[in-house]
């Protein structure tokens, strides 16, 4: 297989660690809200990178870490807390935003098609994990105390701008303008490793330390998580072009500096989705721009959501997608004829196992160059002209459907996991207490109930037969 590698900035041929296995860590959610569908992008093309490796023969251990906690508003730490931005907007507590945002996190891969991470790990798990790795930075004086905070000093390294190209307009990426500079940083991208003087009296979690009761900073999370579970040697690191800085070089950063080796020899990156504005310029997806687009948007919108997988993966991830109802329109109806297609196969004659192999090697060149997943779906349309029976077109395209996970033959989603389960017994218990409520002639609280579901994308109807709910 080839790989775009972001260090290098080429294409190279792939070559684990260790012969025929893949140790692989994706960045996960920072749960403090519903995701919405450009990281889901990044979720999507990562999938078909795991799934791709493993249909090529590979022996793959994937782990993702869930941020919980020490996620501000800037990727460069300031700001507000995120988790606590959603506890407060919720009134809820961080723990209980963290669980149901996590639940709707996995529902909606669960709908995209996109598998589960082998390991998933919150990061609030492995607290005594983080100061143990700030310890022995601090020890070999990669870190420093100042105003009560620990941070990593980024003048001790030889490079720290590992992935090139940074330039100061750059740097300030994410970082708002109403947010003063940290006094305490020795060097202007110095990072927090853990947090005790904290700008957050109403912080909510908390811990001991030896440097006071505080919590850890954003990015030592990905570093000890991924150690934990695959070693000091990782093959592929994935995520968000916008994760590359700060958040992928602070990883590098920290991690090498603990080990004193290199850490991952494969960095993935997927770019954004970006929307056209009015003025006819396309941006950045986020969650502050315009319509929140989510899963269960589209869905309310009558798309099916694997048509969104559809249409990301019509394009490469290393280009910026367009998103627009009309090109989802587009991919919705190329999506229902291919099906169409498809289903019109008659299922004639025997599979010939050699056909189904040389066309499966075909496809891992294909896709396995650099994640061509048009190309895959090209290959769909070429086996349903090829000459071969229907039993053995069909035998194909299953087998490619491991990795583009279309749902191309027979009916439904495979996917049986059971993410939503968390999510239903939720609003099942409010729509139980608001009925309460309503017998109880306390429309308030039943009110409230139906407002606090919908500030979570919750819609409840009463009909005759009771209570009814969907995500809007
Ligand atoms: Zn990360």
Redesign the pocket.
């Known amino acids: 297989m080839k790989i775009y590698n972001s260090l290098t900035k080429q294409v190279e041929e792939f070559k684990p660690n260790e012969e025929g296995k893949v140790a692989m ?1 994706t ?2 959610p920072t749960v403090y809200h519903f995701a919405h569908i450009g990281n889901l992008r990044s979720y999507i093309m990562e999938d078909v990178l795991e799934k791709t490796f493993r249909y090529a023969g590979y022996d793959v251990k994937r782990v993702m ?1 869930i941020t919980d906690v020490g996620h501000l508003s800037s990727d460069a730490d300031t700001g507000e807390d995120k988790m606590l931005k959603g506890a407060k907007r919720e009134n809820k507590t961080v723990m209980e935003v963290a669980k149901f945002y996590t639940d709707a996190f996995f529902s909606d891969c669960a709908k995209l098609n996109i598998k589960t991470p082998d390991v998933v790990e919150p990061a609030t798990n492995c607290i005594d994990e983080f100061i143990h790795m700030i310890e022995v930075l601090l020890e070999k004086g990669y870190a420093y105390k100042a105003g009560e905070n620990v941070y990593f000093d980024t003048s001790k390294l030889k490079e720290y701008y590992v992935f090139g190209n940074q330039n100061e307009e750059e740097l300030m990426v994410g970082v708002r303008d109403d947010v003063s500079e940290d006094e305490n940083k020795r060097n202007k991208n110095d990072f927090v490793l853990w947090f005790t003087k904290s700008k957050f009296e109403d912080q909510a979690l908390k811990w001991d330390s030896p440097w006071g009761v505080g919590y850890p900073g954003w ?1 030592i ?2 570093s000890c998580i991924s150690m934990k579970h695959l070693g000091e040697y990782m093959d592929v ?1 994935c ?1 968000g072009i916008d ?1 590359m800085f700060p ?2 070089t602070n ?1 590098i950063a920290q991690t090498e500096s603990y080990t004193g080796h290199k850490w991952c020899n494969y960095w993935f990156h997927v770019h954004h989705l970006v929307e056209k504005k009015d003025g006819g310029k396309a941006s950045k997806m986020s969650k502050s721009s315009g319509e929140f687009l989510t899963v269960s948007l589209l869905e309310e919108k009558g798309y099916d959501p694997i048509v969104y997988r559809m249409f990301c993966l019509q394009s490469h991830y290393r280009k910026p997608l367009t998103f627009s109802y009309e090109a989802l329109d587009q991919a919705d109806g190329t999506y229902k004829k291919l099906k169409k297609r498809i289903s019109a196969v008659n299922a004639e004659g025997e599979v010939a196992a050699e056909t189904v192999k040389e066309w499966h090697d075909k496809f891992v060149a294909e896709v396995g160059n650099d994640m061509n997943t048009s190309m895959g779906i090209t290959l769909v349309y070429d086996v349903l002209k090829a000459d071969m029976n229907g039993a053995t077109k069909l035998a194909v395209i299953e087998d490619y459907d491991k990795v583009l996970c279309l749902n191309l033959v027979g009916g439904q989603s495979e996917n049986t996991d059971n993410a939503g389960d968390e999510l239903t017994e939720y609003v099942e218990s409010m729509i139980a207490k608001r009925a309460e409520a309503k017998k109880a002639k306390d429309f308030a609280t039943a009110d409230a109930i139906r407002e606090e579901l919908l500030g979570k994308g919750i819609v409840i109807k009463d009909t005759r037969e009771g209570t009814t709910w969907e995500r809007a």
């Open positions: 860590y960045c996960g870490n990015h999370e990905c690191h995520g994760n958040h992928h990883e």
